[in-house]
């Protein structure tokens, strides 16, 4: 294993993100409705690096290259008071990269004060992705 550091995304991370969201995208339920629309995910990428306290962006590198990148937005939920951090996408070439990001994206959402953060996992192309709730 090498060394590994976490970034928050900026503009010069498009091709990065691009390149993993492509990829998450591939392997979801999604590329079987519509293809990827790399000019949509590049504007929305784009406006959320604009409001760093409702969107974050984190990639993880081993040595300078980038193994993995998680987007969490903050959220009400029309159900709940408190707001929470809903992972937008995960993607992880290395396994060591999980773990990095998900203890990144908690620190975030408390920052920001959400009250619990939801992230998903693929577990099949033929279905949606499975969802784990977890109070901060």
């Given at each position: 294993m090498g060394?590994?550091?976490?970034?928050?995304?900026t503009k010069?991370?498009?091709?990065?993100?691009?390149?993993?969201?492509?990829?998450?995208?591939n392997s979801s339920v999604y590329a079987t409705i519509s293809p990827f629309n790399k000019g949509r995910v590049?504007?929305?990428?784009?406006?959320?690096l604009a409001t760093p306290n409702e969107v974050v962006t984190l990639f993880c590198?081993?040595?300078g290259v980038p193994i993995g990148l998680?987007?969490?937005?903050?959220?009400?939920?029309?159900?709940?008071?408190e707001p929470i951090s809903v992972e937008l996408a995960l993607w992880i070439?290395?396994?060591?990269?999980?773990?990095?990001?998900?203890?990144?994206?908690?620190?975030w959402s408390k920052?920001?004060?959400c009250r619990a953060t939801l992230v998903g996992k693929i577990t099949s192309r033929?279905?949606?992705?499975?969802?784990?709730?977890?109070k901060i």
């Open positions: 060394t590994l550091a976490l970034k928050i995304g010069e991370d498009l091709p990065e993100f691009l390149n993993m969201t492509e990829k998450l995208f590049a504007e929305k990428y784009f406006s959320s590198y081993e040595d998680l987007s969490a937005g903050k959220t009400k939920l029309d159900f709940c008071s070439e290395k396994r060591i990269a999980l773990r990095p990001l998900l203890k990144a994206h908690r620190y920052l920001v004060g033929n279905s949606p992705e499975v969802y784990k709730l977890r």
